[in-house]
C-alpha cells in the first residue's frame, strides 16, 4: 500500500472539483467547503487547511488599493465575458434533469388545446421564401380628386 492512497481521502476531504481559469485556459480547480477558506477556489485541495500567511494577506491588500481603477474595471469585465470565463460557468452549471431521464416524467404535456396564442398578431398561412438583395419599392400612387 502506499502513501499516496492513505492520505487521498484526507487531502480530498472537504473541496469540490470544479473547473477555473488559470493564465486565459480552462483548468482543474477545487472549491473549499470548510476551514478558514470556506468558499474560495484554490488550485490545490491541500491548501483550504493551510494556514494563512498574514504578511501576504497585508501585502495583497496594499497592493489591490494602489491599483488603477480603471484597470479593475476592465479585469472585472475581462473576467465576466471572457470566452474562457462563458465556458467555466457551462462546465460548472449541475447535470440538468434531462440526462437522467426525469424531465419528460415532470414536464406538463402541452396538447394543442393548452396553447395561448400570441396577442395583436397576424399570422398569413402562405409564407413565401425570403428574397435575397434588396426588394424594389413599389412607387406610391396618387389618389385623382374629382
Do not use: D, F
Not at 9 to 24: C, D, F, Y
Request: with cysteine.
Amino acid at each position: 500500500m502506499k502513501i499516496a492512497e492513505i492520505t487521498e481521502g484526507i487531502l480530498t476531504e472537504g473541496v469540490q472539483q470544479i473547473w477555473g481559469r488559470s493564465k486565459g485556459k480552462v483548468v482543474k480547480k477545487y472549491r473549499c467547503t470548510t476551514g478558514s477558506r470556506k468558499g474560495r477556489i484554490v488550485a490545490s485541495p491541500t491548501t483550504c487547511n493551510a494556514p494563512k500567511k498574514v504578511s501576504s494577506m497585508i501585502t495583497m491588500k496594499k497592493a489591490r488599493r494602489l491599483r488603477n481603477p480603471i484597470l479593475q474595471v476592465k479585469a472585472s469585465r475581462r473576467k465576466r465575458a471572457g470566452v474562457a470565463s462563458q465556458r467555466i460557468a457551462s462546465l460548472n452549471k449541475p447535470l440538468g434533469q434531462k440526462r437522467y431521464g426525469k424531465a419528460q416524467s415532470r414536464r406538463k404535456s402541452l396538447g394543442k388545446a393548452s396553447r395561448i396564442k400570441p396577442r395583436h398578431t397576424q399570422v398569413s398561412r402562405k409564407q413565401s421564401a425570403p428574397q435575397r438583395g434588396l426588394k424594389k419599392r413599389a412607387k406610391p400612387t396618387r389618389k385623382k380628386i374629382k
